[in-house]
């Protein structure tokens, strides 16, 4: 009965030589599936909850434009977080610390999840800083002030060691490396302009080396009409060889007439628009009552072609103005708009006017 039930192979004891196949536990639990091969699991990888993460308070990036987190917000709201995060776990206050990522952690919170994909690493802290700049200046996705602070404070964590040897550290040129670090000459608002985008760290290059009034001049023309880096170095040049006392307005003045001299017409509305500025900047520095400001503000409105002060006229002007702001696109009179820079120097100059009065 038995031998018409099983043939005499299957009965057969293995072929002498022959090893026995053996299967281990892990080879039950192993994926055999083709999508498998070549893949395999992170024991680190984690679903995080939002409020067990805390941001890294040295990491260099001190900057987080409202508006791209908002539009990161709601991609995430439609296709969810697509690339996790990477956090450290700090013991010593039992939370998970962020390494990489820290926008995507901020525009998840916005989104409303409560819960975030996350890479655990054990990152030494002498590589923290190193590995957050190496991410940032390959994605270019970091403003250059914050890397160039970021820079200096690399070097102090590496023992005061060479320009030379904070450049190879992070991967970048000499030459690069000392690019950034200028930004540190710029004045506060050159800085928060680059800081908000409004100024690219090439444009701003232009502006090193100028005296006070010429940066404050220059700067609200390349921010005002977008002015490229190759033009913005070429009038900071002709700038130099005017050879005129340190002063905005005259800077401003003088501005206006080299842009009309350079053979590319400037158009009426960017005219108008150094002329606005031209004229701001010299009421706010004449606000204090200085002779040579109030001479220069006097300069500045005649090149302007400015009429002499009538109190019907500066209310029709107001008026003008209000009608105008009433109409305008919110996006034109925030940060980065067409309309910012002269609104801006508007509110300077009414300030120290104000002020002053």
Known sequence: MSSALSSPAEMSPPAAGKPRRRFTVDALFTDHRPQAVGVADLATAKEIRLDRIKPDPDQPRHTFDPAKLDELAESIRREGVLQPIAVRYDD????????????????????????????????????????????????????????????????????????????????IRRSRLFQLLGTEKLPDAAREDIRAGRLSEKQSRALQGLPPGHQEALRAVIVADDVPAEEALRLARALRAERLPDDAGEA?????????????????????????????????????????????????????????????????????????????????????????????????ALDALLVGG
């Open 92 to 171: 010593a206050r039992d939370v998970y610390v962020v390494v990489h990522g820290e926008r995507r952690w901020r525009a998840a919170s916005t989104a409303g999840l409560s819960t975030i994909p996350a890479i655990v690493r054990e990152v030494p802290e002498e590589r923290r800083l190193i590995q957050q700049l190496m991410e940032n200046i390959v994605r270019d996705d970091l403003n250059a002030v914050d890397r160039a602070a970021a820079l200096r404070v690399l070097k102090t964590q590496l023992n005061d060691a060479p320009w030379e040897a904070v450049a190879e550290a992070v991967g």
């Open 252 to 348: 401003a003045s003088a501005l206006v007439r080299l842009r009309a001299g350079f053979g590319d017409p400037v158009p009426a509305d960017a005219a108008a628009g150094d002329a606005a500025t031209m004229l701001l900047a010299a009421l706010a520095a004449a606000a204090d009552g200085s002779k040579a400001d109030r001479a220069a503000l006097v300069r500045a409105a005649d090149a302007a072609s400015a009429p002499h002060y009538d109190p019907a006229r500066l209310q029709a002007e107001i008026l003008a103005l209000a009608r105008s702001l009433a109409r305008a696109p919110a996006a034109e009179v925030r940060a980065g708009g067409s309309a910012y820079a002269s609104l801006a120097a508007l509110s300077g």
